[in-house]
């Protein structure tokens, strides 16, 4: 149990091209997802928590008309770059936290490896 | 604001070692602590949860301890192999419902 999907697993696009990524939850409902971005050889860091059915809140520093989320349903967001540049190219990395689950267990999904020409 | 400091940076240790990797947290104030892997290119393995309650938790050749007021936890390996080889990242929530903070991970290779 507890399976986050996300898709695509990697993408190449042009500069000034739109992405969307999505992250699912496949066995459980999550009322909150979050995002994130890993440079090389760096660590995770949040850019925004969404919550399903309102406004996603972004970390300081994340352009949020660059970086829009969707949290449409309990089971999928998603996280759309708009207009990417070569500083986008990123692994960006999307948690789930499962509905009603105490111990505020995160599952993460594989990750889309974003490459921008 | 929370800091997460894992450390060494890096560690290579012939198989068999047992093995003891640390994260130390600028504010003891969590809701919890996570330990996870990640091999390269991949997304995040979640090994083990310690509540902020907890003292430990164990799994297979995997032990974690968690000491919240001095702000550290470790990572215990027995018996080391080179599958373990990845990077161990460690992270915590500062309350119910709030992403996760991670340090920038220890990487291990477990040489044959």
């Known amino acids: 149990g507890a399976v986050v999907s996300q898709h695509p697993s990697w993408v190449i696009c042009k500069s000034g091209t739109s992405v969307k990524i999505e992250c699912r939850s496949l066995?459980?409902?999550?009322?909150?997802m979050f995002w994130y971005r890993q440079f090389p050889k760096q660590s995770l860091m949040l850019m925004a928590t969404?919550?399903?059915?309102?406004?996603?809140?972004?970390e300081q520093g994340v352009e949020k008309d660059k970086f829009l989320i969707n949290h449409a349903s309990l089971t999928l967001s998603t996280l759309t770059v708009t207009s990417a540049h070569p500083e986008d190219s990123s692994f960006y990395i999307c948690?789930?936290?499962?509905?009603?689950?105490?111990?505020?267990?995160?599952?993460f999904g594989p990750g889309t490896r974003l490459t921008v020409l | 604001k929370q800091e997460v400091t894992q450390i060494p940076a890096a560690l290579s240790v012939p198989e068999g070692e047992n093995l003891v990797l640390n994260c130390s947290f600028t504010?003891?104030?969590?809701?919890?602590l996570q330990w996870f892997r990640q091999d390269p290119g991949k997304g995040l393995t979640s090994l083990l949860l310690?509540?902020?309650?907890?003292r430990e938790q164990t799994s297979g050749r995997l032990n974690a301890s968690l000491d919240k007021s001095s702000g550290r936890s470790t990572l215990y390996i027995a018996a080391s192999q080179p599958g373990d080889s990845a990077t161990y990242l460690c992270?915590?929530?500062?309350?119910?419902?709030?992403?996760?903070?991670f340090g920038k991970g220890t990487t291990l290779s477990v040489s044959s």
């Open positions: 948690s789930a936290r499962e509905s009603g689950r105490a111990n505020n267990e995160q599952f």
């Open positions: 066995d459980f409902q999550a009322t909150t």
């Open positions: 969404s919550n399903e059915g309102s406004k996603a809140t972004y």
């Open positions: 504010d003891s104030a969590i809701y919890n």
């Open positions: 310690i509540q902020s309650s907890q």
């Open positions: 992270a915590v929530t500062g309350q119910a419902g709030t992403a996760l903070i």
